[in-house]
């Protein structure tokens, strides 16, 4: 018999005789189970194709803009203050505003930054669409603070 990993509601993990009060697992529970990990690492993946395609995409910036290296490198320095400036943000957001209401606030705001991005607009217009994009990548909650942590390792 294989032993399963079993957690409470608080996502402590239970052992031993813990586990003999609570009932077996449904074959629906176990479908919902590898659904929301397929998902997670769907989204996992996702997050880190973000993150590096703007290394290789910089000679094709430099190219369309005619700009130099200096300028194009500017989009690491505004996603960094970004990131930071969004996390330091989400600490008095999240309790005043709520967790769903900052995701859908930030994806709408990624959604249009990555809009105006697409469509060519002047670097100042992209730097901008960068920070504001990273900004809102930074609320992205405490609930998945823990999954961002692991996808910057």
Wanted: net charge positive; hydrophobic share 35%.
């Amino acid at each position: 018999m294989t032993s399963q990993l079993r957690v409470d509601s608080t996502g402590k993990q239970l052992t031993g005789s813990e586990t003999d009060d609570l009932p077996p697992q449904t074959r629906a529970q176990r479908k919902t189970q590898h659904v929301q990990l397929a998902t997670l690492c769907w989204t996992l993946f996702l997050a880190g194709w973000n993150d590096g395609t703007v290394g290789p995409l910089l000679p094709r910036i430099q190219q369309s803009y005619h700009v130099g290296y200096t300028i194009v490198s500017l989009v690491f320095v505004f996603q960094c203050l970004g990131c930071f400036l969004g996390a330091l943000a989400n600490i008095p957001l999240t309790p005043k505003y709520g967790f769903g209401k900052l995701m859908l606030v930030g994806s709408t705001c990624q959604m249009i930054a990555y809009s105006l991005q697409a469509s060519g607009a002047p670097v100042s217009c992209v730097r901008s669409c960068w920070f504001r994009q990273w900004i809102w990548t930074g609320h992205a909650g405490r609930t998945s603070q823990r999954l961002r942590r692991q996808h910057d390792l």
